[in-house]
């Protein structure tokens, strides 16, 4: 079984910064992609970024230059470094692993940006 914990969600002000980071273990097969997904109350999830095992990124245009998403494959972990960050940008983020045509998804944490 494929678990995936998530962490370094929090509370931020407008303008700040936050890294986040999801270990995924277990029988991880390559290629794959791993991406960082969100939903905020009463939207539906939506893709934030996401990074292939060759290291082929996609971001989602609303994150485009503020959002990196980078991964260490030998430890299977994924990170989200997310910058000047807006109150738009509270969700609940979840990592997500897709391999073998499978998906698989971390509990998520909380991101919540106010002053």
């Known amino acids: 079984q494929v678990q995936l914990v998530e962490s370094g969600g929090g509370l931020v002000q407008p303008g700040g910064s936050l890294r986040l980071s999801c270990a995924a273990s277990?029988?991880?097969?390559?290629?794959?992609?791993m991406g960082w997904y969100r939903q905020a109350p009463g939207k539906q999830r939506e893709l934030v970024a996401t990074?292939?095992?060759?290291?082929?990124?996609n971001y989602a245009e609303s994150v485009k230059g503020l959002f990196t998403i980078s991964r260490d494959n030998a430890k299977n972990t994924v990170y989200l470094q997310m910058n000047r960050l807006r109150p738009e940008d509270t969700a609940v983020y979840y990592c997500?692993?897709?391999?073998?045509?499978?998906?698989?998804w971390g509990q998520g944490t909380q991101v919540t940006v106010s002053s």
């Open positions: 990074i292939t095992s060759g290291d082929r990124a």
């Open positions: 277990g029988s991880i097969f390559s290629p794959n992609t």
């Open positions: 997500n692993l897709r391999v073998l045509r499978a998906d698989y």
